[in-house]
């Protein structure tokens, strides 16, 4: 009888731009774990993928019985209240997997994940972000805000999988000193200390140099992603197309950026104080490395 493919039993829940990258990379460098070959299936993410299926799920993971975790890192899993029912779906798929989840400072977190909302990228599919930075938060609270309510994000786990089933740790404790921060991971999942040496150098999602952003309304911007593009750009030379990408794209305005930078964190201060309030009693430890 062919035995079932195996489920993964270890998740990196989050948070987006928090440094989930590297974290999987130093997870699947052990011996005994490994991390999915796709980074973020985001396969319980109903809303964000096309369901394509628990057997395409289960191939992104090694069936090796060397290895003590199989493991995927997906930001999406705490996206409340964006994508619904994760936890709920992951608690069904495997009720004693073990959940890890990386924070960093609130306000750096959403900055950064701003940048890379604005970047341009083809696979965004003209979904980049065209706003200004307070125009955007203001706008899209769940988008921006809620995502680094880490309280908010963590309850519904927490109340499915109980404290004992979750890690956390921080951007800024495993950049200050990530080998020290990955012995007490890799205690914690019972698994033996493992020196990472050189890759523990590399720094992932770094914000772009010469970022740039959707031009005016966006309007080129969503165009030339749009099925009216795919159907008419053959016709056009390609002096054409690229006079159009100049007019559809410009650079960001650094000190434009600097300004709004501190212009937003006065108005949103205390309530990201009060969200780090509400994390420290749910953890019952405190964030020094977030003070100011």
Not at 200 to 222: C, D, E, M, W
Request: with cysteine.
């Amino acid at each position: 009888m062919t035995e079932s493919p195996r489920k993964p039993n270890l998740f990196v829940i989050g948070s987006m731009k928090s440094g989930t990258t590297s974290l999987h990379e130093y997870l699947n460098a052990h011996p005994l774990i490994a991390m999915s070959s796709q980074k973020e299936p985001a396969y319980f993410a109903q809303e964000f993928t096309l369901n394509r299926g628990e057997k395409w799920y289960l191939s992104l993971f090694s069936q090796d019985p060397q290895y003590r975790y199989c493991g995927e890192s997906s930001t999406q899993y705490t996206r409340i209240p964006l994508f619904k029912g994760i936890p709920e779906r992951i608690h069904t798929f495997n009720p004693n997997a073990r959940l890890i989840y990386i924070m960093r400072n609130p306000f750096d977190r959403l900055i950064s994940h701003y940048w890379h909302a604005v970047r341009v990228r083809q696979i965004q599919r003209g979904r980049g972000e065209p706003r200004s930075l307070i125009k955007a938060v203001r706008s899209s609270r769940n988008e921006y805000l809620a995502t680094g309510d880490y309280a908010m994000q963590l309850t519904p786990y927490i109340n499915l999988f109980g404290h004992a089933s979750l890690y956390t740790l921080t951007f800024e404790s495993l950049l200050i000193n990530p080998q020290a921060e990955l012995n007490k991971l890799f205690t914690w999942l019972g698994v033996p200390e493992h020196p990472l040496g050189t890759q523990l150098t590399q720094i992932h999602n770094q914000k772009p140099q010469g970022v740039t952003s959707a031009a005016g309304f966006g309007i080129l911007y969503r165009f030339q992603f749009s099925n009216a593009w795919d159907k008419v750009a053959p016709a056009f030379p390609t002096s054409i197309k690229k006079l159009a990408r100049r007019f559809a794209y410009r650079n960001a305005d650094e000190d434009y950026i600097q300004r709004e930078i501190r212009q937003l964190r006065a108005e949103i201060g205390q309530e990201l104080h009060e969200q780090i309030s509400s994390l420290s009693r749910l953890l019952g430890r405190d964030f020094p490395e977030w003070l100011d």
